[in-house]
């Protein structure tokens, strides 16, 4: 009799994940490794199986799926997804795995999040099995056809080695057929490498070997999207009419006005990136070109929507760009560019563990930092080949989390540098103050020269009410350490900015990033003009912003301010104190007013007629 088991020599390797808090999955995780094992076609992985080891139990089972040739998951809806199940998902979709995944609906009608993901044309197939007894069965049934059923496709040329027979080519899957990136493409764009490395590596030499006319264009807007040069000293025309000869006609017409589309957001024209956006989409979607398309361009709508609405102070729940995406049965996918980012997150955990695991003894220097920019250089291409907004936009994040690594892993100044200057332009207030306490080295190397630096960089955001808000934060965080010549100079702006927004032509939200600037530079601000913006804030009845301004005023010096300024300042107050303003903060008045009547103290009188009698009795006795 023949031997299965040895028939066989090099067996498909294959993955069983499931949940492992319940003997009922033991069951059926042993049951259909033995049937599959029955046939010597395979050898199964099953976490019961591993012996002690020196690795975490999710390295063992992680590592063992990235050896598998593919993964079956079984999952019962009634029970939901454990964490370390969603991990091999996730790192089953990383890795490109082939996988199987069968559904349970006995208990539990109502699909998983990870079946809804699944659902649609280019989604990988799946099975709803209606007894959670006939997993076993079915899984078994559904592996042997898979592999037979993959045999006979090969058999009848339906499957090839892009290696071999594509060389020089990257495809990509369209619902209407494909399109072809020539490989070269990718290969030769060492002149926005360089640019990038440069980002990050300062004293970088440049040393360019390989470039193609596309890479020239993508090195030139590297300039554009990094604020050093501006929109009109790129030529957008000549890079239209590149791309033309090597797309589809039905992708470039599509292209060609995304990227002017782009050019409007560069102008700093919403409305109409906006509406060549929504064209862009429409003729996407009348051309049937690829859902991943479709939805890459709903994307850049509904961000574009977001800021625009954030620029004239309107707010919607959810952009009909937002609802089509969440109505969309296919889950977002982008080829290439996928997996690209997945590879570059893989490489940084990578270099994270190595680090973490070395000897202390141990010194390296980052020689990964060219794969890092390789990555993010390949899908920045692949952005402006296909005039993906939000995936350029995305460059500067992928930056920022590169800078954040390296600043984990070394203290050289420069990843600091690096770091504040990406975070101080897409970072939040909670983002940037995390990571200046995280690496609490940055007040005691700062200094004039990189200050300036970084201040002259946000302000080369095209969004005129995003530039705004970078630039307050940078005057917060680091307005002590600019010489006098630039602190005059970005006083006056950082003035003009909050002039425009007290006259109702800036966006509301800046209001919150305009009195944390204030108060941080109140010793070196001239106070006299700082206490007059108070005042107009007062009379314009901003009540939202009432506990800004008084933190900043129990902040100023305020013996450097005027007596007259003083006087209306008093009034000021007074008016809103008498007004009966329910949501002002009388609490942060106590401070405002001892600050007043200490150092003005012939100026008491008029302090206490106008403000003092008027509080709330249990504050003045507090006075």
């Not at 089972?61 to 050896?67: I, N, R, T, V």
């Not at 030769?188 to 070997?209: N, R, Y």
């Not at 680091?478 to 425009?500: A, C, R, T, V, W």
């Not at 800046?510 to 204030?518: M, P, S």
Request: aromatic share 10%; hydrophobic share 35%.
């Amino acid at each position: 009799m023949i031997d299965n088991n040895n028939l066989v020599k090099d067996k498909v390797k294959v993955f069983i994940s499931s949940r492992s808090d319940s003997p009922k999955y033991v069951e059926v995780r042993n049951n259909l490794k033995d049937r599959i094992e029955e046939t010597g076609l395979a050898n199964v992985f099953v976490f019961e199986d591993t012996g002690s080891s020196s690795l975490t139990a999710e390295q063992v089972y992680l590592y063992d799926l990235e050896d598998s040739d593919i993964c079956v998951f079984l999952i019962d809806n009634a029970d939901g997804i454990t964490n370390p199940v969603l991990r091999e998902i996730e790192r089953a979709k990383a890795t490109n795995k082939k996988s199987l995944y069968l559904f349970c609906d006995e208990s539990e009608k109502k699909p998983t999040e990870i079946q809804n993901e699944l659902t649609g044309a280019t989604g990988v197939k799946f099975k709803v099995v209606h007894s959670f007894e006939k997993l076993c069965d079915v899984g078994f049934e559904d592996l042997i056809n898979d592999i037979t059923t993959i045999y006979k496709h090969y058999c009848k040329n339906r499957l090839s080695d892009q290696e071999f027979d594509n060389a020089g080519k990257e495809e990509v899957e369209i619902n209407t057929g494909s399109f072809q990136m020539d490989k070269n493409i990718l290969e030769g764009t060492d002149q926005s490498k360089a640019f990038i490395m440069k980002e990050i590596l300062p004293t970088t030499k440049e040393d360019v070997e390989k470039s193609n006319e596309l890479d020239e264009y993508c090195e030139d807007f590297l300039h554009v999207l990094f604020g050093k040069r501006n929109i009109k000293q790129f030529n957008t025309s000549l890079l239209i009419n590149h791309i033309a000869e090597k797309q589809s006609p039905k992708l470039y017409e599509v292209v060609k006005i995304r990227w002017n589309a782009i050019q409007s957001y560069w102008q700093g024209n919403l409305k109409s990136c906006t509406e060549l956006m929504e064209e862009a989409l429409m003729k996407a979607k009348d051309s049937s070109l690829p859902n991943w398309l479709v939805q890459d361009i709903l994307i850049d709508l509904r961000n574009i929507n977001y800021k625009y609405n954030e620029g004239v102070n309107q707010k919607f729940l959810e952009t009909e760009a937002q609802k089509e995406i969440n109505e969309s049965k296919e889950p977002l996918y982008y080829p290439l560019i996928d997996r690209y980012s997945n590879s570059l997150n893989e490489e940084i955990n990578k270099q994270r563990t190595k680090h973490e695991t070395q000897s202390p003894y141990s010194v390296t220097f980052g020689n990964f930092i060219d794969t890092y920019v390789n990555y993010i250089t390949n899908i920045y291409v692949v952005a402006v080949f296909n005039g993906s907004l939000t995936h350029i936009l995305l460059t500067i994040d992928r930056l920022k989390k590169v800078a954040f690594h390296l600043c984990d892993l070394y203290s050289d100044w420069k990843f600091r540098v690096i770091l504040l200057k990406m975070t101080f332009l897409k970072g939040n207030k909670k983002e940037v103050e995390s990571y200046i306490k995280t690496f609490n080295d940055v007040f005691g190397k700062m200094n004039a020269k990189d200050s300036l630096e970084i201040y002259k960089f946000v302000s080369g955001s095209p969004i005129e009410h995003e530039s705004d808000i970078a630039k307050l934060k940078v005057f917060k965080h680091l307005g002590h350490y600019f010489s006098d010549h630039d602190y005059n100079e970005f006083q006056k702006e950082i003035i003009s900015i909050m002039d425009n927004w007290l006259d109702g032509n800036k966006s509301v939200v800046i209001g919150e990033y305009i009195f944390d600037a204030l108060k941080d530079n109140c010793y070196r601000m001239d106070n006299t003009n700082l206490a007059k913006q108070c005042i107009k804030v007062l009379s314009n009845k901003k009540a939202r912003f009432y506990d800004g301004i008084l933190d900043v005023i129990s902040n100023m010096i305020m013996e450097n301010v005027d007596d007259q300024t003083t006087l209306e300042l008093i009034k000021g107050i007074s008016e809103v104190v008498q007004s009966g303003e329910t949501n002002f903060n009388y609490h942060k008045l106590i401070p405002v007013v001892i600050a007043i009547g200490r150092t003005k103290g012939h100026l008491r009188d008029e302090l206490e007629q106008k403000l003092i009698d008027y509080l709330p009795e249990d504050l003045e006795q507090r006075i």
